[in-house]
Each structure stands twice: as C-alpha cells, then as structure tokens.
C-alpha cells in the first residue's frame, strides 16, 4: 500500500490520528490523498450539470460580472459542495501566500 493510500485509509477511519500521521509523511503524500479524495467522490465537486455555466462565468471579461456570475453559481451548489469548495479555496490561498517558499504562484 503506498504513503498516499495508507494516509487515506487513515483518514477515513480516524480523522484526529490521520491529522497527527499528516504532520510526518511526504508533502507529496498529503497532496495525493487530497486529490485522491476528490477524484472518487460520486459526484464531482462542481456536477456536471454546472460545468458550462461555470466555464462561461469564468470567461466573463468583466471582473464584477465573472465575481457576481461565479458567486451565484457557488450559492446555488448542495450545501455539502459549497462547503467543501470553501474550504479548498481557503487552503489554496494559504498555499498562494507562501508561494515565496513553495514556488506554487497563482
């Protein structure tokens, strides 16, 4: 079983000692559990249904229409989706403010 999958497991049966096992594994390893999370959820994060909508949203050039557009489309998700999509883009700015030691720009 690879780091990424033993971490995984962890997470699904005890989320307090996969956060504590996280600290000691490869950076690497936690990136893939959280993109392995994602690609096998029954539905994708934004459905299939929205994707058009979305794409469209974010090819808006006018910043206050793309910002209004989006936000609408986020505000209309399953509160689950909405939630989760949250709490990935928190991460994900996180990680853009540190982009000075981890090289991942925006």
Do not use: I, W
């Amino acid at each position: 079983v690879t780091e990424v999958r033993s971490l995984k497991q962890a997470f699904d049966s005890n989320v307090t000692e996969a956060q504590c096992l996280s600290e000691n594994v490869d950076v690497h390893a936690v990136a893939g559990c959280l993109k392995l999370y994602f690609r096998e959820m029954p539905q994708p994060l934004f459905p299939r249904s929205m994707y058009t909508k979305f794409v469209e949203g974010l090819g808006l050039a006018n910043f206050e229409a793309k910002k209004g557009c989006l936000l609408s489309l986020l505000y209309a998700l399953p509160d689950v989706n909405l939630m989760t999509a949250l709490h990935l883009f928190q991460h994900l700015k996180v990680v853009a403010s540190n982009s000075a030691e981890n090289k991942m720009h925006v």
